[in-house]
Structures are given as C-alpha cells and as structure tokens.
T-cell receptor
Framework: DAGVTQSPTHLIKTRGQHVTLRCSPISGHKSVSWYQQVLGQGPQFIFQYYEKEERGRGNFPDRFSARQFPNYSSELNVNALLLGDSALYLC?????????????FGQGTRLTVV | AQSVTQLDSHVSVSEGTPVLLRCNYSSSYSPSLFWYVQHPNKGLQLLLKYTSAATLVKGINGFEAEFKKSETSFHLTKPSAHMSDAAEYFCVVSDVERDDKIIFGKGTRLHILP
C-alpha cells in the first residue's frame, strides 16, 4: 500500500515566484495537513483540510493557501516567495478530522528560494 | 495556549545504555501527547501517543513514555539504545477538548555512540 506521497521532492524557486506543492493521502484518509519545517526546527502547522473544507490554519501569512480535491489529494500554494520560505514542507494524512489522531507523514518537498 | 519544550537539543548515549529524551508541555485542557521520530531523508513516524488512557504508554521499537500531569512532562525512554535509534525525535502536544492544531517541539537529536 502506498503511503503519503508528495511531489516534487525538491524544488528551487526565485524570490517573488509562486510555487505549488502536491500531496496524495493514504487511500481512505480524508484529512490532509500541511507543515513547514525550517532547518533545525520542528514542523509548524500551516493548514488542515477535511472533506475538502479547511478545518484549521496556523500562523502563516495570506501568501500561503491550500485546497483539497474530491479525491482528497491536496495542493499547497505559496505566492510571492521569500528567502525565509525555504524549508521542508510536509504533508500528513489521517483518517479522522481530529488533529489529535495519528497522522502519517510523507517524505516532504524541499523548497529552496534563491 | 499550548506549548511544548524539549529540554535537550542533542543527546548522546552509548549503544546498549538507556535513553531519556525530555519533554515538558503546557496545555489549558486535557492534552494529547505524541512522540514522533524522523530519520534522515525519511518522513516522520509515530512512536507512541497518550490520549488520557494509561499514563505509561508503550510504543514501537521498545520506546515508552510516561505522562506525569503534576510535572507536566512526557519523557521518552528506552532501556537499551541501538545504533538504528539515531534520529531526530519530536514531542507533540494537542488539546483534545478544543481539537486545536498540534504543536511540535523543536526536536532532540539522538546520537548513539558505538
């Protein structure tokens, strides 16, 4: 069985550009969450989606947005990229909507902004 | 507001000796607590979770953690370290009643000495 898959695995962008990251959850999971992990820090919560609706949002600027599709896959979009957006972006899926249930993480997308 | 503090950024132990990774939390309500492990170039994996059942929680790979409400702690232990335990470990807190977003600690890097 496939786990959580994220694409691309690595990405280099220039300041001011836009980026879209993609995530496919484990089959049967309806909840997808996004996290940003800056080097040397723990992951920080960005968004959670359940059944295509936003269920939670972390302290990130409006440049960050996300959506969930009918097949439960998800996209994270970041506009007007800053150098500080360079990080590992993690996607996690879970069966239930409650954020205190076990989440299964993908290997992440390493974004470098130059 | 909830928060989590991992008291050591790095811990080094010899193979075969006990492991102790310390975590303190702050939560207004009944917390759910988790430990996740992150091996290099791999996704986060759940080690164990506490959700108001038994205070001593057993996880995978011989790890366990004890929830101590009076000390607001959730330390991770293992009786005998193995070389494969070398990784980054994250303590995570979430408020059950408020169904709030989950908060990661900054992580503890565990080094295993031969």
């Amino acid at each position: 069985d496939a786990g959580v898959t994220q694409s691309p695995t690595h990405l280099i962008k220039t300041r001011g550009q836009h980026v879209t990251l993609r995530c496919s959850p484990i089959s049967g999971h309806k909840s997808v969450s996004w996290y940003q992990q800056v080097l040397g820090q723990g992951p920080q919560f960005i968004f959670q989606y359940y059944e295509k609706e936003e269920r939670g949002r972390g302290n990130f600027p409006d440049r960050f947005s996300a959506r969930q599709f009918p097949n439960y896959s998800s996209e994270l979009n970041v506009n007007a990229l800053l150098l500080g957006d360079s990080a590992l972006y993690l996607c996690a899926s879970s069966f239930l909507s409650r954020m205190n249930t076990e989440a299964f993480f993908g290997q992440g997308t390493r974004l470098t902004v130059v | 507001a909830q928060s989590v503090t991992q008291l050591d950024s790095h811990v080094s132990v010899s193979e075969g000796t006990p492991v102790l990774l310390r975590c303190n939390y702050s939560s207004s309500y009944s917390p759910s607590l988790f430990w996740y492990v992150q091996h290099p170039n791999k996704g986060l994996q759940l080690l164990l979770k506490y959700t108001s059942a038994a205070t001593l929680v057993k996880g995978i790979n011989g790890f366990e953690a004890e929830f101590k409400k009076s000390e607001t702690s959730f330390h991770l232990t293992k009786p005998s370290a193995h070389m494969s335990d070398a990784a980054e470990y994250f303590c995570v807190v979430s408020d059950v009643e408020r169904d709030d977003k989950i908060i990661f600690g900054k992580g503890t890097r565990l080094h295993i000495l031969p």
